[in-house]
């Protein structure tokens, strides 16, 4: 592709960082676009934050939010449309959450693994293999994210007084 290294998933792109976050930008504006592919807009959008934490990830909140939820999309089977938003008031709630060691590896894969997608059954399948390498680089942190999402769950089957 030539270019620059985005300093976030490595990628070497034209414009470096500031390029990796246009081809991201494109990837959501077809989202938006056509419901075939949205249907894994939440998945695509936690993958990126994941891969470029500096930008995406710097609080504790918007780490917490972005793992919790790639974690959600990949380990339940639920929409990978949208959030759960069960995690987003955990989240809110918890923000103050001492904020984990980040990895050095983002996963082996990166955006430019997703955007040759020219169907949305492809493009699905892409978005797919790029969180669940992305969701391995946070191996140390699984356990720990599985039990906020616990947590969350069950903080949301509780009746409310």
Not at 55 to 61: D, I, T
Not at 68 to 87: I, K, N, Q, Y
């Amino acid at each position: 592709m030539g270019g620059e290294r985005c300093t976030g998933c490595g990628l070497e792109v034209e414009g470096a960082t500031d390029g990796c976050r246009r081809l991201f930008e494109q990837l959501i504006a077809r989202d938006f676009s056509d419901a075939r592919y949205f249907r894994v807009h939440r998945l695509t959008v936690d993958t990126y934050a994941l891969q470029h934490p500096d930008e995406y990830c710097a609080s504790a909140k918007s780490l917490l939010a972005h793992l919790t939820g790639l974690g959600w999309l990949l380990e339940h089977e639920v929409s990978r449309a949208v959030g759960s938003e069960a995690l987003r008031q955990w989240v809110e709630a918890h923000g103050e959450i001492a904020k984990p060691s980040m990895p050095t590896s983002r996963g082996g894969l990166t955006i430019e693994d997703v955007r040759h997608a020219t169907t949305p059954v492809m493009y699905a399948h892409a978005v797919d293999r790029w969180a669940r390498a992305t969701w391995q680089a946070y191996a140390p942190l699984h356990e720990t994210v599985r039990a906020w999402i616990r947590e969350a769950l069950d903080a949301e089957a509780r009746p409310r007084r």
